[in-house]
C-alpha cells in the first residue's frame, strides 16, 4: 500500500491548487482523476465555449449599432467557432514534474484514511475531496432525452430549435449563444423566478433582452414530460407545450460523492453534501477536507473552488488557520449582455439587519443615460451601508459588466465608502467608472 501526506480526488481547479501548495511544502502528493486532467475545467478550457460567449456579445453589440454608423448583418458561426479549440494546457505534464503522483480511475473510501483506486489501496494523511459536481437527476417520463451541456458544446452544428431546462447559468449563457447563432430558443424554469442568486431586478431586464434576442422563457413551468416525435420532441411543462429538436439540461448541478463510498471514509454528509465545520474540514473525518463544487454551501465557481483550495492547504499545513472568504466573491453570468454580483443584496442586508441604501441605475428609464453605454443595456444596483455609506454589494447588468464588478469586489474586501470611489481618479472611458460616476 502506498503512503502519501496528501491524497486528492478530483483534478480540478478546486484539487489542483491544494496539491501545488502542498507539494511545495514537502508533502508527498498524489492525484486521482476518473475525466480528463484538469476536470471540467480543462474541457472547458478545451472548448469552443470561450469563443462562442464572445462571438455572441460581439454579434449582440454590432446588431445594437446597425443603421447607427455600422452597416451589414452579423451572426455567430457556429460550425467555424467550434473547430477553433485551444490548445492542450500541458496540465498533466505539469503535476507529473513537480512530482505530484497522477492516478486514473474511480476513486473511493475503503477506511478512514484509505482510499481505492482502480483495485490498488493508497492511505493518506490527509484526504482532499474535490471531485466537482454533476447534472442533477430527473426521473420524469422521457428524461432520457435531455442531453449534458457538454454533449450540447460538442455537437458539430446546432437544430432549429432548442428548449434549455432550468433558469440557471448554463441555460441562459448557452441560449444567448445559441439565439445568435440562429437557433429557435426556449427556457423553462420551474420556479417563478430564474436566475435566483441575482438581483430580481436585474434579472427582469435580462429577461426582456433574452426575449429580444428572440429567446423565449417560461417561469413557473415545470417540466413533466419530454415525448419523442420522430425526429423532434414535445415537452411538457406547467401548461406549456413546446416542440423542439433539442432538448439541453441546464437545471443545475450538485456534488459529485456518491460513488465515494463517504460511509467507508467516516465522512459525514448532510441534505447539501459532505458536512464540514468553517475550515473546510469533515466534521466526523478530521483527515478529511473539501473544495470546490462538492462544498454545497460555497458557491461553483472557479476563482471560489481555487480560494478554497488554498485555504484547505494552509488547514492541512497549518493546523487549521485559515476560514474562506465568501464575502466579496464576485459572479458573472457571460450572456449578452452579461450580468454580473458580488456581495449582498438587499434581501441579505435586511436580514442581517444592516440599514442600507439603494443607488439604482437603467439606461433606458434613468434621464441621464452612462456615457459609453447608450448603445447597449446598462443597468446596475449598488447597496451600501446607510450613514456611512460602506458598499455592501453591486450587481450590473452591460457590456463589461464582469470588470467592472471585480473593482467593487476589491472595494468592498477593503471596506471603501461610495465616497472613497467617487473620489477615486478611475480609467475613462471605463465602465467601472460609468457605474461610479452614476450611482446616487
Not at 460511509?263 to 459525514?268: H, K, N
Not at 449582498?344 to 439604482?360: H, Q, T, V, W
Amino acid at each position: 500500500m502506498k503512503h502519501y501526506d496528501l491524497f486528492v480526488i478530483g483534478s480540478g481547479s478546486g484539487g489542483c491548487v491544494a496539491a501545488n501548495i502542498c507539494r511545495r511544502a514537502g508533502f508527498r502528493v498524489g492525484i486521482a482523476e476518473k475525466r480528463s486532467i484538469g476536470g471540467i475545467g480543462a474541457v472547458a478550457h478545451n472548448s469552443p465555449q470561450k469563443n462562442l460567449v464572445a462571438a455572441a456579445e460581439i454579434a449582440y453589440r454590432v446588431g445594437l449599432m446597425n443603421g447607427k454608423g455600422i452597416k451589414g448583418e452579423i451572426s455567430v458561426d457556429w460550425e467555424r467557432l467550434k473547430g477553433e479549440r485551444s490548445e492542450q494546457s500541458g496540465l498533466e505534464e505539469e503535476l507529473r514534474s513537480s512530482g505530484i503522483e497522477i492516478y486514473r480511475g474511480f476513486c473511493r473510501f475503503n477506511a478512514m484514511n484509505v482510499l481505492e483506486v482502480a483495485g490498488e489501496k493508497i492511505y493518506s494523511r490527509f484526504i482532499l475531496i474535490a471531485a466537482g459536481a454533476r447534472p442533477v437527476k430527473f426521473s420524469f417520463v422521457g428524461s432520457e432525452h435531455l442531453i449534458s451541456s457538454w454533449q450540447f458544446m460538442n455537437m458539430p452544428s446546432l437544430p432549429s430549435s432548442i428548449v434549455f431546462v432550468g433558469g440557471g447559468y448554463i441555460s441562459f449563457e448557452f441560449a444567448h449563444i445559441a439565439a445568435r447563432a440562429g437557433s429557435k430558443v426556449t427556457i423553462i424554469e420551474a420556479a417563478p423566478r430564474p436566475l435566483r442568486t441575482f438581483d430580481d431586478q436585474l434579472v427582469d431586464i435580462l429577461v426582456q433582452e433574452s426575449r429580444a434576442a428572440g429567446i423565449e422563457v417560461f417561469t413557473g413551468a415545470p417540466l413533466t414530460s419530454i415525448e419523442k416525435q420522430g425526429s423532434r420532441f414535445r415537452v411538457h411543462a406547467g401548461a406549456n407545450r413546446i416542440e423542439a429538436d433539442l432538448i439541453v439540461h441546464g437545471a443545475g448541478r450538485v456534488p459529485d460523492i456518491e460513488e465515494l463510498n463517504l460511509g467507508a471514509g467516516y465522512v459525514s454528509t448532510n441534505e447539501q453534501g459532505i458536512a464540514v465545520n468553517r475550515y473546510l474540514q469533515s466534521v466526523s473525518n478530521p483527515a478529511v477536507y473539501i473544495a470546490g463544487d462538492v462544498n454545497s454551501t460555497g458557491i461553483q465557481l472557479k476563482p471560489v473552488a481555487e480560494m478554497e483550495s488554498a485555504a484547505a492547504a494552509s488547514n492541512m499545513l497549518l493546523s487549521n488557520n485559515e476560514m474562506p472568504d465568501y464575502s466579496a466573491a464576485a459572479r458573472a453570468l457571460l450572456t449578452s449582455p452579461p450580468l454580473c454580483a458580488v456581495g449582498m443584496g438587499e434581501k441579505d442586508a435586511a436580514l442581517e439587519n444592516i440599514p442600507f441604501d439603494i443607488s439604482f441605475f437603467d439606461n433606458f428609464s434613468d434621464s441621464k443615460a452612462a456615457c459609453g453605454t447608450e448603445c447597449s443595456r446598462f443597468a446596475f444596483k449598488i447597496i451600501s451601508e446607510k450613514g456611512t455609506g460602506r458598499i455592501l454589494g453591486a450587481h450590473i447588468l452591460g457590456h463589461n459588466a464582469q470588470e467592472a464588478v471585480n473593482g467593487f469586489s476589491i472595494a468592498i474586501r477593503g471596506g471603501c465608502t461610495i465616497k472613497e470611489l467617487k473620489t477615486s481618479a478611475l480609467a475613462f472611458p471605463s465602465v467601472l467608472y460609468n457605474v461610479v460616476n452614476s450611482i446616487k
